[in-house]
């Protein structure tokens, strides 16, 4: 494993959700994690483990090893309220997401995977309502397996009619934007793919509705508990700012996904409104 050099910086100490799941039971069937109704799900990540999560602002980080970067980017969206509720807003969004990606990871074709994705600290109950799957994951997780991203992109492309040359690369992105003001009471913290071992990963199949498919499975990738795993976040994070992480590649010699999780930031000062964010998840070909 390649190590990163820590610069002095801010260090929480904050719960980790892992799965609990005996390792005897981790074989088929599949663990379930239910979006709606977690009690519903098989899969088991309670109580967590404390990590040390650490400012990255101070690390120079890329895509392709540690698996994240933080790049600074001011949208034209005047009120993301009207993410997945106004067409032309979700089509500005997208443009501009789809732009920043190929820009960032030089790709030569990059499109969004839908729209952006609204998300609420679990108290804002009135934002939630109307919304399907839009509370923080607060456990230790990437959005996809092996199989299930090259089933994926079978399924975009054909949809798409895109023709690219066989065998180009392509890649997977997560685009996380905080929308709310700092500080965020529940920030997302990343973990270096360079401390993860392959003995880490366990398949869970994500049980879950969207506004524009309905019921969905789609098989993901939970994490065991490695003391190893280093964690990192950037706090008091702005709007002008997102986040780019890696959820896969089919590259096989660089990494192929980063773990990722809302948690609890303990030194957030009591009484402040709770985080929203927005989240957009792209392909990017490499041809």
């Given amino acids: 494993m390649v190590a990163i050099d820590i610069e002095a910086g801010l260090e929480v100490q904050a719960d980790v959700n892992y799965i609990r799941n005996p390792r005897l039971s981790l074989a088929e069937p599949k663990l379930e994690f239910c979006t709606e109704d977690e009690s519903l799900s098989t899969m088991q990540t309670l109580p967590g483990e404390v990590m040390a999560i650490r400012s990255a602002r101070a690390l120079s980080t890329s895509l392709d090893q540690q698996g994240f970067l933080l790049v600074d980017h001011v949208t034209s969206v005047a009120d993301f309220n009207l993410i997945e509720g106004d067409p032309a807003t979700d089509q500005l969004y997208n443009e501009e997401m789809s ?5 960032v990871t030089g790709a030569s074709f990059a499109i969004m995977l839908g729209t952006g994705k609204k998300r609420f600290g679990e108290s804002a109950i009135d934002k939630l309502a109307p919304l399907i799957n839009a509370k923080p994951a607060r456990y230790a997780h990437a959005d996809n397996t092996d199989i ?4 994926m992109f079978e399924y975009i492309t054909s949809a798409t009619g895109q023709q690219f040359p066989k065998g180009a690369r392509w890649a997977m992105y997560n685009l996380w934007r905080a929308v709310s003001p700092p500080p965020q009471d529940f920030p997302l913290a990343v973990c270096d793919a360079t401390s993860v071992d392959p003995a880490d990963e366990v398949p869970v199949t994500a049980v879950t509705s969207t506004l524009s498919t309905g019921d969905m499975r789609h098989d993901t990738t939970g994490y065991l508990h490695n003391p190893r795993h280093r964690w990192h976040y950037y706090p008091d994070m702005t709007k002008d700012e997102v986040i780019i992480f890696k959820a ?5 010699n660089v990494l192929r996904r980063v773990p990722h999780t809302a948690f609890t930031d ?4 009591p009484g402040t ?5 927005v989240e957009s998840r792209g392909l990017a070909i490499f041809a």
Avoid: G, I, V
Wanted: with cysteine.
């Fill in 99 to 103: 732009a920043l990606l190929q820009q």
């Fill in 148 to 151: 299930s991203a090259s089933e």
């Fill in 248 to 252: 896969h590649d089919s590259q096989e």
């Fill in 266 to 269: 303990p030194t957030c000062p």
């Fill in 273 to 277: 409104p709770t985080r929203a964010s």
